[in-house]
């Protein structure tokens, strides 16, 4: 039975802000309803959009208090996290991308690669469309892909002992089934 999918007094729900704290219990809420009211879609992705979007600003913050971006660039509409993640650019614009310098600061290359699997997979395969090859996906399917999002966010904090939010008090939602 899933209860959280980050545990209320962990170190990574103490480093997210309140607004991201909000939008994973709103998550908790999507896959509560979908249990307590079936409905056999033919895909569940929306259950994994709020989270994606918590990893979306979770990364930027990590990548910012870990100096590897610069304010502005945190701030910037223009600046992509899937593209300076990206192992696979090409040398002419490994330059920009992030993934290097994400190992050399760990100084260990899973903790890159793990935020580079878990953003094809939790946000690029559920969020674009690609013809013949739809990406559809179950009701568990989704819950695991956003425990995953979870997963790799606390490793994270974890591993790189990250500054905590102060405010890191949330008022308890209901538990949500898994």
């Given amino acids: 039975m899933l209860r959280h999918l980050v545990d209320r007094k ?5 480093y997210l802000l309140p607004e991201q704290r909000e939008i994973i219990a709103d ?7 979908a249990h307590l009211y079936p ?3 033919t895909d569940y992705s929306y259950i994994v959009f709020p989270m994606a979007k918590v990893y979306e600003g979770f990364l930027k913050k990590f990548l910012l208090d870990t100096e ?3 304010e502005s660039q945190y701030e910037s509409d223009h600046f992509r996290i899937g593209k300076v993640l990206n192992p696979n ?5 490994r330059i920009e991308g992030l ?3 994400i190992c050399s600061h760990v100084g260990r290359s899973d903790l890159a690669d793990r935020f580079w699997q878990t953003w094809k997979r939790g946000r690029n395969l559920i969020f674009h ?3 013949g090859n739809l990406q559809r996906i179950t009701l568990p399917e989704a819950i695991e892909t956003a425990q995953e999002i979870g997963s790799t966010m606390s490793l994270a904090v974890t591993a790189c002992k990250l500054p905590l939010n102060q405010d890191s008090t949330f ?3 209901s538990s949500t089934s898994a």
């Avoid at 962990?10 to 103490?14: D, F, G, R």
């Avoid at 998550?27 to 309803?33: F, N, R």
């Avoid at 650019?89 to 614009?93: E, M, N, T």
């Fill in 171 to 173: 008022p308890e939602t």
């Fill in 27 to 33: 998550c908790e809420k999507l896959i509560e309803d």
């Fill in 89 to 93: 650019l090409p040398d002419h614009l």
């Fill in 68 to 70: 590897l971006i610069s």
């Fill in 129 to 131: 469309y690609f013809p």
């Fill in 39 to 41: 409905k056999m879609l």
């Fill in 10 to 14: 962990s170190t990574l729900w103490q």
């Fill in 99 to 101: 993934y290097d310098r």
